[in-house]
Structures are given as structure tokens and as C-alpha cells.
């Protein structure tokens, strides 16, 4: 069991005797690093996670913020990274189940799904299982539930070929009377409504704390098996408990099953709770062990009071959902289990539900240093031409339309902004207005593989520039932090750095992080871990969803203008990765202070209706960025680079795929460069008049006399079906 020597004695201490095989099995499931967070509760205190628009911060299911006076967005991610990695169907459908359940807990309406993968080398026959796996259950779970999936991130890297991140976020609407922000009292009743429970998931949250075994089919019993039907029908009942307020308070049993739901509820609001098993319902027979900690998917934790549970009932059998009720809240302090009359546990709340924070040891290792120093020296530009095509063909470049393609995007009719046209998702609030709000989620497994601090900074800004990029005002955060075995000094400190990069940039930007999720133990059974991963999920408000920008060019003729200096910062490079095989050097430096104002002049930009089209520029660059924009309006350009406003000396390959941020690229119509340029100058910041939108079907981009030309058609076919052609090619 993973319970420590130390720890089964301080269960002896809590409990005053020898614990039970039940309790012993509660605090295993409730104590492990899944549920407990006690290797990095202490440090996340560091993170920025209050603001005036936050209406409920870290300690629920899921957070809620104001996006408009009357209306709450409530947003959550979650890994399901050890599940995808022995099934990868059921590990990610399951994990876009958890996530959805998580914002229902707060009464919200789920509305938008996020999938951030970070997976292996598609050439690699087990990775491209995985790949597949993965992708497919999420799109047959999200597209049975009718929650479309919107938005996302894709990183592809060998290191992921055995153990893949998969991040799933969710997104919901709510009024502010329909929250669900009050609190269990002693003497409600204690429900617990959806799936029948059985062995499925059981201990899954052990298993998540513990580095993948060689032979990943033992651990497949710890896998849950999702049920999109009966999630769709916890939807529809709950929208209509707490429309009708009848529920004191909604709890999701994910990650612990039932001892986690009931153990958190208690001692979050100083109760006890009396829960009697065989009223529990199952698909089978079950020990009270097995009760306890089983994982299986779609089942809710109600408290309801006693003068409404029969209502609450007649709604449950109206949606046909199952429900039991197995016990009730009280002013005791303590959880007590009982099964067929017999006390088979008997524990505080308070001590299962929170042990002792570890401070874990915290030392860089040795390879740190190839992220922490610049680049010695730049190997010989190859032919830029071919360069760029095969940047746009990269796996971590090319259009991931084989993904997007999969997942039904505009169920709902929410969707304003669809994948691969934006670099943010827009969603409609359907209130008969025109608001709404942007959501995009972010990493770079490489930048924190190389600089776990200024790697997540970057994250952060990254997030941060996409919504602004689509005309949106970023107002939260949640984060996910990946990490290897807490346990491990050098893994530790990669996760103790992502944390406190992410902690500097959202307090620089003003963005509060609301939420959150670690994942340790991602690592292979050699006990080397996979890339560490900082994962951003960001929220903005849009006044106007019929305004909102694009990033595919509009017209011809339209002048092309670069927000943003640039600087040599090749360091961590996906140029320096896919063209060389090099992988070192200090990544782009963060500039909060550069990334305020230039967010600042281009949301001022596209909400006065100055611009026809906005990209950020990030991975490949500015050549990658601006062919993007090419390829997805089926319209070229022709620029001059040396017109670009550049800080440092550097090469023609250095100006053409520097990371470096704080950058955008506008399309503009000419009658609007005037008064761009006089809010540029008077707030400070930097552009370039680079060129044109034209036509011919090509992309010229010219520089101190030399000159590439790259025509659509072939960028576009490389650009499209590059990534597609890896997926069908690695089978």
C-alpha cells in the first residue's frame, strides 16, 4: 500500500487503536498526492488567487468568476494522465466526464470542453495508439454529452510515447441566484445519484500517486469506464434541482470515490457524517472496502434537506436517474461507516480529510543548465525555403484538424469562433445580447523541459495573448502542473519552479488563478520523467461576439503590421528542435510589462474595429505565424523584414523564427494605419509596417536584398495534412 511507515502511525495516533482494513483503505485513497496535495499545498500558497472578479477561488470542485454582473463563469482542469496511459479510450473519456461533473457541483451548465495533449512521437507505434485512443474517447464522450469540445493544445515529443498528459478543462454559465454557494447543515440528507457503483477506478487515485509499472494491463482494474449517457442525464436533473433549490450543496465523487466526497463536505463545513453502505446502490456485490473507494464514473454527492428529499426524488425518477440515500450530516466531527448494522469505520474528519503538509527537498539537476545559459553558438542557416515547409509540416506547427475534425465544435450553437481560425475559442452566451466570453488552454513542454520558471511564465503570457488576440479581456487562470515523483529532489524542482513562474507572471498581469490541479509521478518505469509540463486554461470577457477578431487574412491589398519588437531568441526553439534536432539554450525572456501594453493597444485595436485580422506569434515564429494567417484566409502577402523593428543583432533565421513574446501580427485596412500608429505612439508601443496582403497564390518575404517565395497551395497541403499524414502513417 502507499501509506508510509510514518503514516500508518499517525493513523495509529489519530485513531488511538489498530485502524480497520476500511480505514486504513479510506486513508489511503483520501492521503495520496491525487487527493491530498501534501507535497505541494505549502507552495501553492504562493499562487495570485484572489481578484474582484472572483466570486469563488481554490477549495471547491471548481471555481466560479464574474464575466458579467449577472453571469459566472465556472471553469476546471484536470489531468487523467496514468488512466490515458493503460486506456487510453476510457482513461480520457473518463477524464472528460470528471471535469464536466466538476462544474455541474457548482450548478453551473457545462457549455465548453478543452483538450490540452501533450503526447508521443506519432511515428512511434505505441504512441500512435495512444494518440488515437485518446483522441477518440474524448470526442465520443463530449459529442454524447453535447458539450462541444472548443479549444485546446497539442505538443508532440518521444519523451510522452509511454506516458502522454492528458489535460481535459471544462467550461460552464451560470446566473448568480443559481450557484450553488451554500453549505451543508447538520441533518441533511446524504444522496448519492447516477451510476450504480463497482470495481471499476477502484483506488484510482492511489494509482495516479505511483510511477507506471512495466506491465501497465495490471494496473487496468484502477481505470474507470465511462457512461456519456447517464452524464447527460445528471446534466439535465441538476439543471433543474438547482433551478429549483433544492440542494444544500453538489459534490462530484471523481478522484476517492465516496471517502473523499463525504470526508472533504465534512470537514470543509465542521460536520460528521453517519453513512450506512448497503443502501449504497451497486452493479454488483461489493465489500465495504470496495464501497469506499471505488471510482466508478457519473455519480454525484447531494445534501439535501429532509423537507424536500421527495421532491428531489420525483426529479431524479422523472430523468430516470438512479439515487440512494445512504445517511446524513451531523455536528459530530467524525465519519461514521457502517454496513448491514456493523461499524466498520470510524474517523475524524478533519484528519482523513487534510494530513500534514511535506516539504519536499528541492534541487535542480544537472541537465537544468542547457536552459539556464545562451546559446554558444547557432549551427549554419540551411536553406530557408525548405526551413520554413518543414516547420509548417512539424507535428507541434501543422494544423491539428485530424483532432478538431473529430469533436462535434458547434453543438449548442455557443460556438462564434471555431477551431483553427482564432487563437482563442468564442463562445455566445445565448441571453438574446451579443456577449461572451473566450477561452483558450496553453503550454510548452519544452520551454519548462529547459527553464521550468521562465517556461511557465511564458505559458501564462502565452494564454494571456490568445484571448487577447480575439478581441477578448483575460480576467482568471486555472492551472495544471505536471510533474515526476515529488519524492525525487531534481523532479521536484521542476515543479517547485513552474509553480513560481506561473505565480510571478499572473501577479504581473493581474490575473488571479482560481484553480488548479498537480499531477506528479509522471514518469517512466525507469524513473525518468517525462517533460514537465506547465499547463495554463484562461477566460476572457467579450462584449461582442460579432466583433470578435480572427487570425486568417481578409482581403488583398490590406497592410500587414507586427505589434512588438523583436529580439534573436532562438533558445528552446521549435526551428532550432525540428530543423536541427537542438534542443538547449535560454528560452524567450518574459516582458510583463511589454505584454500589458501591447495587449492593451490590440484589444483597444480590435474593439474599435481597426483590424480584420490579429495572430499571435509563438511557436515557428514570425515566417510560422504569418503563413498561418496565409494559408487559413487563402490569401498571400509580400514583406520586408528589414523593416521590422528588431532589438540585438541577428540572423535572417534568428528574425524569422524567434519565440520572442509579447509579439502580434494585425491585418489592417490602410485607412485605419493612421490612427493605429497614433495609439501606438502614444501608448509606448512598438510596430512595424512590414507589408502587404496580395495576391498570386504565393508569400514573398524579402530581407536585406536576399528574398524567399513559398506558394499557398503547397504550403497548405503541407500545413494540412502534414500531421494527418503522420497519424495514418504511424499505424
Not at 165 to 183: I, T
Not at 437 to 451: E, I
Not at 473 to 480: H, T
Not at 654 to 668: G, P, V, W
Amino acid at each position: 500500500m502507499p501509506l508510509t511507515t510514518e503514516e500508518v502511525e499517525e493513523i495509529r495516533r489519530i485513531l488511538g487503536r489498530e485502524p480497520t482494513l476500511e480505514e486504513l483503505a479510506m486513508f489511503e485513497a483520501q492521503w495520496s498526492e491525487h487527493c491530498s496535495y501534501k507535497s505541494s499545498r505549502v507552495l501553492l500558497k504562493l499562487l495570485p488567487s484572489t481578484g474582484r472578479h472572483v466570486i469563488v477561488g481554490v477549495g471547491r470542485d471548481a471555481p466560479a468568476v464574474e464575466l458579467y454582473p449577472d453571469t459566472a463563469v465556472v471553469f476546471k482542469i484536470e489531468s487523467h494522465n496514468h488512466p490515458s496511459a493503460v486506456d487510453p479510450y476510457n482513461g480520457a473519456a473518463t477524464g472528460i466526464g470528471g471535469i464536466v461533473r466538476d462544474i455541474l457541483a457548482m450548478g453551473a451548465k457545462p457549455i465548453a470542453l478543452l483538450d490540452m495533449l501533450y503526447l508521443g512521437d506519432p511515428g512511434n507505434p505505441h504512441a500512435n495508439w495512444l494518440i488515437r485512443g485518446i483522441v477518440r474517447g474524448i470526442s465520443d464522450y463530449g459529442n454524447r454529452i453535447g458539450v462541444p469540445t472548443v479549444a485546446g493544445d497539442t505538443f508532440f515529443d518521444s519523451r510522452f510515447n509511454r506516458q502522454p498528459l492528458v489535460n481535459v478543462a471544462c467550461v460552464g454559465v451560470a446566473s448568480r441566484e443559481r450557484l450553488v454557494l451554500s453549505s451543508p447543515r447538520p441533518g441533511d440528507l446524504i444522496i448519492v445519484m447516477g451510476n450504480a457503483t463497482g470495481r471499476d477506478g477502484l483506488l484510482g487515485s492511489s494509482f495516479a500517486s505511483k510511477a507506471l509499472s512495466d506491465n501497465v494491463d495490471s494496473d487496468i482494474g484502477a481505470v474507470q469506464v465511462g457512461d456519456p449517457l447517464t452524464e447527460k442525464l445528471l446534466i439535465d436533473a441538476i439543471q433543474v434541482l438547482v433551478g429549483e433549490k433544492l440542494v444544500s450543496y453538489i459534490k462530484d465523487l471523481g478522484g476517492g470515490g465516496l471517502t473523499t466526497a463525504i470526508s472533504e463536505v465534512a470537514a470543509e463545513h465542521g460536520l460528521g457524517a453517519v453513512v450506512h453502505l448497503e443502501k449504497l446502490h451497486t452493479r454488483q456485490s461489493l465489500s465495504p472496502l470496495e464501497l469506499l473507494v471505488s471510482e466508478s464514473q457519473e455519480r454525484m454527492l447531494l445534501s439535501v434537506e429532509p423537507e424536500v428529499a421527495d421532491r428531489v426524488a420525483q426529479i431524479l425518477e422523472k430523468f430516470d436517474v438512479s439515487y440512494s440515500v445512504i445517511g446524513h450530516f451531523d455536528d459530530s466531527g467524525r465519519i461514521r461507516v457502517y454496513h448491514g448494522g456493523r461499524l466498520v469505520a470510524d474517523v475524524p474528519a478533519r484528519d482523513l480529510a487534510k494530513p500534514k503538509a511535506v516539504r519536499r527537498d528541492s534541487r535542480p539537476p544537472n541537465e537544468a543548465l542547457k536552459g539556464l545559459q545562451p546559446l554558444t553558438r547557432l549551427p549554419t542557416p540551411p536553406n530557408l525555403k525548405d526551413a520554413i515547409l518543414k516547420l509548417l509540416s512539424s507535428p507541434n506547427t501543422a494544423s491539428k484538424r485530424w483532432i478538431f475534425e473529430q469533436y462535434d465544435y458547434e453543438v449548442g450553437i455557443r460556438t462564434a469562433v471555431k477551431p483553427g481560425y482564432g487563437d482563442a475559442a468564442v463562445l455566445r452566451l445565448l441571453d438574446g445580447s451579443c456577449r461572451g466570453l473566450a477561452v483558450k488552454g496553453d503550454a510548452n513542454p519544452r520551454y519548462t523541459s529547459l527553464d521550468p520558471f521562465t517556461g511557465a511564465a511564458n505559458t501564462v503570457a502565452e494564454c494571456f495573448r490568445n484571448l487577447v488576440a480575439v478581441g477578448s479581456r483575460p480576467i482568471a487562470i486555472v492551472d495544471e502542473l505536471n510533474a515526476g515523483n515529488p519524492e525525487k529532489p531534481e523532479h521536484y524542482w521542476y515543479f517547485e519552479m513552474m509553480l513560481k513562474g506561473v505565480a510571478w507572471m499572473a501577479g504581473e498581469l493581474g490575473l488571479p488563478v482560481v484553480g488548479g490541479k498537480v499531477s506528479f509521478y509522471n514518469e517512466d518505469s525507469q524513473g525518468r520523467q517525462v517533460r514537465p509540463t506547465a499547463t495554463i486554461v484562461g477566460v476572457g470577457r467579450i462584449r461582442d461576439v460579432r466583433r470578435a477578431a480572427t487570425m486568417d487574412f481578409k482581403q488583398l491589398g490590406s497592410l500587414i503590421v507586427v505589434v512588438g519588437a523583436t529580439y534573436p531568441e532562438l533558445g528552446g526553439s521549435e526551428y532550432l528542435s525540428a530543423i536541427f534536432g537542438i534542443e538547449e539554450g535560454e528560452i524567450p525572456r518574459p516582458r510583463p510589462a511589454t505584454e500589458l501594453r501591447n495587449a492593451k493597444f490590440v484589444y483597444r485595436a480590435i474593439r474599435r474595429g481597426l483590424v480584420r485580422a490579429v495572430h499571435d506569434i509563438s511557436g515557428g515564429g514570425l515566417a510560422v505565424a504569418l503563413l498561418e494567417m496565409a494559408v487559413r484566409g487563402g490569401v498571400g502577402f509580400e514583406v520586408d523584414l528589414s523593416k521590422l523593428v528588431v532589438r540585438g543583432d541577428g540572423r535572417f533565421d534568428e528574425i524569422l523564427f524567434s519565440e520572442t513574446q509579447a509579439r502580434y501580427i494585425i491585418e489592417a485596412d490602410e485607412n485605419a494605419v493612421e490612427e493605429l500608429i497614433k495609439y501606438a505612439q502614444l501608448m509606448g508601443v512598438d510596430v512595424s509596417i512590414i507589408g502587404r496582403t496580395a495576391g498570386g497564390g504565393r508569400a514573398l518575404l524579402r530581407y536585406d536584398g536576399g528574398s524567399i517565395t513559398v506558394e499557398l497551395d503547397e504550403a497548405a497541403s503541407l500545413y494540412e495534412r502534414s500531421f494527418e499524414d503522420a497519424i495514418e502513417g504511424g499505424v
